[in-house]
């Protein structure tokens, strides 16, 4: 085996280790036990487990860096680019599990500035300007792009570190609604979200027409409760009607019929009489 490929060899072999036991947990014996190695090796080309721990992490560093720039730049539309970028944090953990978990550890004295912390500065960098660019566009001050690129960054991180170990629901599926809750924002969530354009739209045309349907029955609802009201108060209003007691009674209880004088005295002399 070349010095190349020894060299090659013990970066994975400590690449895993690490993954599993991280820096402190694991020692120059171990990792040259597991490559077949005595421990000069591991010193004569690292220098020790701190020199190999520093070359995997800027390594992994480096990887995902680029294919988060790497999306960022391979769209065109502004949302195009939240989705690949979310999409290829999640591709790295579900491909390269071992370099992320290396990533999400407490950075070292012995990785310089290969930590997780350095890592979301540097990618928030590359997303201030697209932020930028997108609060200018909408008439927003651009001023504030630092801060929001801190957001978003910070969100795709976290929830990249949470599906680590989820795995659930699919990467796709965990994208789509990243990007989701990122451009729509709580009072504006689709549904189902997807990172399919044609699928957006049509879920669009099916949550218009959805909307639609619900304001004509709405509105029937209405006037069908507006005409049950009226219903009841012609109803109401003819039950009162049949209730009341006719004229001719009601003068006869006042002591006197209509049309009728009043009853002479006895004995007094009748109307026409001398």
């Known amino acids: 085996m070349t010095g190349k490929e020894r ?24 990792i040259a036990a597991k490559a077949g190695v005595s421990k000069p090796v591991v010193y004569e080309h690292f220098g020790g487990k701190e020199g190999l721990y520093a070359v995997v992490v800027d390594r992994e560093f480096e990887r995902l860096l680029a294919l988060v720039i790497d999306a960022l730049n391979s769209a065109v539309h502004y949302r195009g ?16 599990t071992d370099g992320f978990r290396i990533l999400v550890r407490d950075s070292h004295g012995g990785t310089g500035t290969g930590s997780f912390a350095s890592l979301l500065s540097e990618i928030a960098g590359e997303v ?12 927003y001050d651009d001023k504030y792009a ?32 990243l990007v989701n809750l990122a451009w729509n924002g709580l009072s504006g969530l689709e549904p189902r979200p997807s990172l399919d354009p044609k699928r957006r739209r049509k879920e669009q045309e099916r949550q218009e027409k959805r909307a639609e349907k619900a304001a004509e029955k709405a509105q029937k609802a209405e006037e069908k409760a507006a005409a049950k009201a009226e219903k009841e108060r012609r109803k109401s209003r003819r039950s009162e009607d049949a209730e009341a007691p006719p004229a001719v ?3 006869a209880e006042d002591g006197a019929a209509p049309g009728q004088g009043e009853v002479a005295p006895l004995g007094a002399p009748e109307r026409g009489e001398p």
Not at 7 to 30: H, I, K, P, W
Not at 81 to 96: G, H, R, V
Not at 128 to 139: I, P
């Open 249 to 251: 009674e009601a003068a």
């Open 7 to 30: 060299r090659e060899q013990l970066l994975d072999v400590g690449r895993t280790l690490f993954a599993e036991r991280g820096l402190d947990g694991t020692s120059v014996e171990e």
């Open 81 to 96: 680019k939240l989705e690949k970028a979310a999409l290829a944090l999640l591709e790295y953990i579900e491909t390269n």
């Open 146 to 177: 630092p801060m929001y690129a801190q957001m978003l960054v910070g969100m795709v991180a976290l929830t990249g570190q949470w599906w680590l170990d989820a795995r659930r629901p699919k990467r796709e599926e965990v994208a789509a609604h």
């Open 128 to 139: 201030e300007y697209v932020m930028a660019q997108e609060l200018d566009r909408r008439d």
